[in-house]
Each structure stands twice: as C-alpha cells, then as structure tokens.
C-alpha cells in the first residue's frame, strides 16, 4: 500500500511540473518572437515600404495571426498535454465560434445593402 | 489497494477515490485551471461579438473623421510594448512563483501592475484627445464601435489592475499558499489572453485602419 502510494505522489509531482507554466527560456523566446512579430508590422504600416497596401494588409494580417500561436503557446501554456487536452478543445470551439461570428457578420451585412430591394422614390421619407 | 478478493464494485470504488485525491493534490487546480479558462473563451466571445460589430460599422464615418485622420500610431506602438513588457514581466512572476520566492513575485507584480497603469493612461490620454478633438462615440457608427471594443479591453485591463493588487495583498499576508498560486496562475492566463485581444486591436483597428 505505502509503495503504492509513493508511486502515486511520484507520477503527480511529475504531472503538477509539466503542466500550465513554462520555463524562463520559453518565456523568453516567446517575448523574442513577439517583439519581432509586433515591431515588422508596425514598421510596414509606418514606414510603408511596400507600395503594394494589398500586400502589406495580408502580411500584417498574417504576422497577427502568428503572433496569436506564438502568444498561445509560450505564454498561455496551450498543448496537447494541459488538463488532459481539453483547454486545447475548449480553445479550438472557441476559434471555430470566433471565425463563425466575425466572418458571417462581415458576410452578411457587407452584401445586405445590394440584397434590399430597391427603394422607390414614394416609399422614401420625405426630406427635412 | 490490496488486490485479493475485491470485487468489481469495489474495485470501481477505489478507483474513484484515488481520482479524487489527485484532484486535490495537484496544487488545488482541479477543475479551477479548465473552468477558468472556459470562462477566458467566452470573454473571448464577448471580444469577437465587438470585433465583428467593429468590422461591420469600420466605414460608417457619417461624414465624421477617418481611421486615418485620428489614429495616432506612434502612441500605439508604445502602447502596444507596455503590455507586451507587462505579459513577460508576469512570466518572471510566474517562474520565481515556481521556484517560491515570495519577494520577487511581488516585485514582478508590482512592475507588471506599473506597465498596466501605464497601458490604461496613455490609452485615457488617447481617448480625451480623440473626444477634444470632436471624435466622440456619438459622431459616427465607426467611432462608436472603435470605444465600445477598445474601451472593453481597457476596461478588462482595469478590472486585471485591481485583480493585481488584491493579489499583492493576498500573497504579502498569507504568502505563496496553494490558494494563492491557484489564483496567480489565473490571473496570469486572465492577463496573457488580455495581450491576445490586444494583437486583434492593433491589428484591425489601428495598423489596417490606417491602410485603408
């Protein structure tokens, strides 16, 4: 029973050091990435290097995202491993939740003007 | 945990007890990390819902001023390194919190709740110059949706300024408990997602506001 025990506080001493905190130098390499990941956008739009502005908006688009993984990683501590996976579900529901009411939104209400039909002259309200 | 003559029942019984005590012995985490951070998802709801509505109102100007005209990106950019020093200066706390030097998670805190202060009063600053300005979230449907979602974060940012505080007197009365760890690491995963939000912020709003 004893070893039994021991055995037991040993496997969740391993488990309450391999979850939920990182190290200092994930820590610090995630700060590396992310200053990275903030100054280059950043830098783009003030300075506008690029002529192309399409191309600048998909590159800051795209470092944001980055900088969101990276941010997700290092600093919130999401894997595979934490609380037996289920921050990583809950985290992926919320992202679909997310791309479902900001795209739809934007979807929607971007082509509600030319989906109204059209509005005759006597049916608009009089002018002030 | 003897093995001879135990039945299924029984053996059901004891399994379920030994799950129960990992709960409590992992730090008194047990559901509170998972439960926490379902509630950080919503909050992320609540920020998507304001994007959204952001998104959808961004070029409804009603003839007021343009992103362009009163966006600032020089103050955003210091604003943007003051939470992000703030995020790192946390995760010190949180490794000297691993390590059980109570002096120095409160010296990290303190400099982390400095660099929040810092992120609320210039974004205050930003907000009463914008509103001197004449650019007041009556003026049009995009300034309206630009102080719902950035006064939001800020709004969070504040209530994790208090959180930050309580936890300073908390863990300078009681030092660095189970209970107060628990709480640190809470509020750690509250105040990283805070930074998240912001990457969206300076982003939609600010960097592409400008572009366009």
């Known amino acids: 029973m004893s070893a039994l025990d021991g055995n037991h506080d040993a496997g969740l001493h391993s488990h309450g050091d391999t979850h939920g905190h990182g190290s200092r130098k994930s820590y610090l390499i995630g700060f590396a990435l992310s200053v990275v990941l903030t100054a280059v956008p950043f830098w783009l739009v003030m300075t506008g290097v690029l002529a192309d502005v399409q191309t600048t908006v998909l590159l800051v ?16 501590h999401v894997t595979t491993k934490a609380e037996g996976g289920w921050t990583l579900m809950a985290l992926i529901f919320t992202a679909v939740l997310i791309v479902i009411v900001i795209s739809g939104s934007l979807w929607i209400m971007y082509h509600l003007n030319s989906n109204m039909m059209p509005m005759t002259a006597g049916a608009m309200p009089p002018s002030p | ?87 790192i200066t946390f995760g010190m706390g949180m490794i000297e919190m691993e390590a059980g030097r109570t002096r120095a998670v409160q010296a990290w805190l303190a400099i982390t709740a400095l660099f929040g202060i810092a992120f609320v009063g210039i974004e205050l600053h930003e907000f009463a110059g914008l509103i001197a300005e004449g650019a ?21 940012v504040t209530v994790g300024l208090v959180w930050i505080a309580v936890m300073l007197v908390q863990v300078g009365q009681r030092g660095l408990v189970p209970e107060n760890k628990r709480r640190l690491m809470c509020l750690g995963m509250f105040w990283h997602l805070l930074d998240v939000v912001w990457i969206g912020v300076f982003t939609f709003v600010y960097l592409l506001g400008v572009l366009r």
């Open chain 1, 61 to 76: 688009i795209a470092l944001a995202f980055v900088q969101i993984v990276v941010h997700t990683v290092f600093f919130l």
């Open chain 2, 136 to 156: 007041t979230p009556q003026r049009s449907a995009f300034l309206s949706g630009f102080f719902t979602l950035v006064g939001t974060h800020g709004l969070h």
């Open chain 2, 1 to 87: 945990m003897s093995t001879h003559a135990l039945n299924a029942g029984e053996a059901d019984a004891t399994f379920y007890l030994a799950e129960e005590e990992d709960h409590d012995h992992a730090g008194g985490d047990g559901g509170t990390m998972l439960g926490f951070w379902i509630y950080l998802m919503s909050d992320a709801l609540i920020f998507a819902t304001l994007f959204a509505t952001y998104g959808v109102l961004s070029t409804s100007y009603a003839g007021g001023p343009a992103p362009r005209q009163i966006f600032e990106l020089p103050l955003v950019a210091v604003n943007t390194a003051m939470l992000l020093l703030s995020s």
